[in-house]
């Protein structure tokens, strides 16, 4: 038992499973006893199983779809566009672009949504545009930093192999660094499910989960909320996990 409070203890994976499970086991414990009461900050479980009736009542199905459908159609017209501006950031003369791209992060999300409305009026055209645009920035940041990681040692072994300039690019930086590319696109998928749900809070025409959220808490309706969290997360522990996956499966020796 003093080994599980030990810093930097290995354990097991079967110890690590035990662990996890009774920490959920405790917070299911803990969620039950502060909701006995009659009043109570958050819902009981008895409510948000309800909640979760009244969403698969409502089309939740068909909302969850919507959704993932939004996520995918951003996340790759965002990484086909973030991967154009980092294979040309060390180019001299397109490089400050892709660093002028990067600065956009810090923009503020309502002012850019702003801006796409005035533009585009179809919902879910505006609803994809808006994250391709907020997604782009931060792609682009992270795989610019995967480029400038790369050891100086991986270019030298390229030029001691007779490899021109534009060979060194293709063969170091596109092709040497696909499995990080995979992992980028992983990391950042987690920033593409949150803000989702906000964009479609904003445009709502298209539905999603976004706006089962928003019409529950327009009636307060609280069970129905934590309902929508819990599914929001195990759909994106589920896409992440799955990202992982392909990416071990494709590149195996990748993180040896």
Avoid at 47 to 58: M, P, S
Avoid at 166 to 175: A, F, H, K, P
Avoid at 206 to 226: A, P, V
Wanted: charged fraction near 15%.
């Amino acid at each position: 038992m003093i080994k599980y409070f030990t810093p930097f203890e290995k354990i097991s994976k079967f110890q690590k499973t035990i662990i996890l499970i009774s920490w959920l086991v405790l917070l299911i414990v803990i969620w039950f006893a502060t909701t006995a009461g009659e009043k109570h900050l958050f819902p009981s479980p008895g409510q948000v199983l309800k909640g979760f009736t009244e969403l698969y009542k409502e089309g939740l199905v068909v909302h969850i779809f919507n959704s993932l459908q939004l996520c995918f159609i951003s996340i790759f017209l965002a990484t086909i566009i973030s991967l154009l501006f980092a294979y040309t950031w060390p180019i001299p003369a397109l490089k400050s672009i892709a660093e002028f791209i990067t600065k956009f992060r810090f923009l503020p999300f309502t002012g850019l949504s702003f801006y796409i409305t005035m533009v585009i009026h179809e919902a879910r055209t505006m609803q994809v545009w808006i994250l391709v645009i907020f997604l782009t920035t931060f792609l682009t940041t992270s795989l610019i930093a995967v480029i400038k990681d790369i050891p100086q040692e991986e270019f030298d072994h390229a030029k001691m192999l007779k490899c021109n300039r534009w060979e060194v690019l293709w063969q170091v930086i596109i092709l040497g660094r696909l499995d990080y590319v995979i992992d980028v696109i992983r990391q950042n998928l987690a920033i593409t499910w949150m803000m989702l749900v906000t964009v479609e809070s904003i445009v709502v025409a298209s539905g999603g989960l976004g706006f089962l959220i928003k019409n529950s808490d327009k009636f307060m309706n609280t069970g129905r909320i934590i309902a929508l969290q819990i599914i929001i997360l195990l759909i994106g522990l589920g896409l992440d996990a799955g990202i992982n996956f392909l990416r071990k499966a494709i590149f195996r020796y990748s993180k040896i």
